[in-house]
């Protein structure tokens, strides 16, 4: 990743992060807070940062709420927690604490404390299909003028490798991997998250007879291809022109539009999961990887491009924190969340030693990881 873009007002860079992932941070929490609250668990503390407190003040329900030195997420604290990643104190047995009922988070019965943990993330992912969903009802959905004459092979670029494999000028391509296309949208994202990969293309062939439906092994070129504010990425490439290009935008009503997001949300998710296979397997560099700076530059970058943008980039990152939250590491949500399943399948809770190696482990794995995007995010600025 280049240096930063100097035609973009700096301020952008500064003020881009703290409104992207304060009020991020701040819902996410407020989901734990909210339905912690609402089954009755004290709320010791409410924190927007880690580390040593620069502000603060404690309301009438002794809830100490703070900003923090470190902005780099938050925590609610919870009575009977004996860090901000939950991991329970040391305290009386498990008859106290079935019968206790003080407050304390831990002596909470199990399907509220699932609950508890599962909101934060729940919150972001309903902030995401809010976006999504009122993108869709003032924008509209995007919707192909002609389809077919959409996935009609035009023309071929230069090198293409759909050329190469035998596809002519008329194919229509009707599915890629056995996945049936709808338009030109449809084969770029079949295409481009898979560079250098062997897509079984299927056509339909104008003919004396009609048309006649083959399938042919096309390899996709990997291309790294430049944005406007000069982020590189490397993509998948058949190179073929379609007979047709345009595009509609038909406004959709609430249901349809909630339908859509959520149906976006998943495709969204899809990709990432793919990305991340990628990753692991080596097919992709571990240098794609982003942390705090990345996302700080295309905060900045996305709210130089105006509201739109910027809020189009809140929904990206808030699904992408519930996804990672939700992932089963311990001390993340969804580490809790798996606890929680084999307590309940066992029908007792882990004991306190491998419960506290657990978190230990998984804090650690995270901080590792976290070291090591943001080193990753500076050696590419350099």
């Known amino acids: 990743m280049p240096e930063l873009d100097a035609s973009i007002p700096f301020w952008t860079y500064i003020a881009g992060f703290p409104l992207l992932l304060g009020p991020l941070v701040t819902l996410h929490e407020l989901g734990h807070y909210l339905v912690g609250r609402w089954f ?11 580390g040593k ?4 003040f404690t309301d009438r329900r002794g809830t100490r709420w703070k900003l923090s030195a470190l902005p780099l997420g938050g925590y609610v604290q919870f009575k009977g927690d004996m860090n901000p990643a939950s991991v329970p104190e040391r305290g009386p047995g498990p008859r106290a604490a079935r019968t206790a009922r003080d407050g304390s988070f831990q002596n909470a019965p199990l399907w509220q404390r699932a609950l508890i943990v599962a909101a934060g993330p729940v919150t972001n992912i309903l902030l995401t299909l809010a976006i999504f969903a009122g993108f869709f009802m003032a924008v509209g959905k995007p919707v192909a003028a002609d ?3 959409q996935l009609t092979v035009a023309g071929f670029s230069e090198g293409s490798t759909a050329e190469r494999a035998g596809l002519k000028v008329g194919d229509r391509i009707i599915a890629i991997d056995g996945k049936p296309m709808a338009d030109f949208r449809d084969l770029q994202e079949a295409v481009m998250l898979y560079p250098g990969k062997v897509l079984a293309v299927t056509i339909e062939r104008p003919g004396e007879s009609g048309r006649a439906r083959q399938t042919l092994p096309v390899t996709s070129a990997s291309v790294e291809q430049a944005d406007r504010f ?40 899809r990709m990432m999961i793919t990305g991340i296979g990628q990753i692991v397997s080596g097919e992709r560099s571990v240098k794609e990887l982003g942390g705090p700076v990345k996302i700080a530059k295309f905060s900045g970058e996305q709210l130089s491009l105006g509201p739109l ?4 980039f809140v929904a990206l990152i808030s699904l992408n924190l519930a996804f990672i939250n939700l992932l089963p590491i311990p001390g993340l949500d969804g580490g809790h969340l798996a606890f929680y399943a084999a307590e309940a399948i066992r029908r007792k809770p882990v004991g306190p030693r491998g419960l506290e190696l657990a978190y230990r482990s998984g804090m650690a794995l995270v901080l590792m990881l976290m070291l090591f995007v943001t080193f990753n995010d500076l050696a590419s600025l350099l």
């Open 230 to 269: 000069g982020n590189v990425s490397r993509i998948g490439l058949i190179g073929v022109r379609p007979a047709g290009a345009s595009f509609a935008f038909e406004r959709q009503g609430p249901l349809t539009a909630v339908a859509l997001a959520g149906q976006y949300s998943v495709d969204i998710v």
């Open 309 to 312: 943008a910027f809020i189009n």
């Open 147 to 149: 389809p077919e004459r």
């Open 40 to 50: 009755g668990v004290r709320a010791e503390a409410f924190s927007l940062g880690f």
């Open 53 to 56: 407190e620069i502000a603060g």
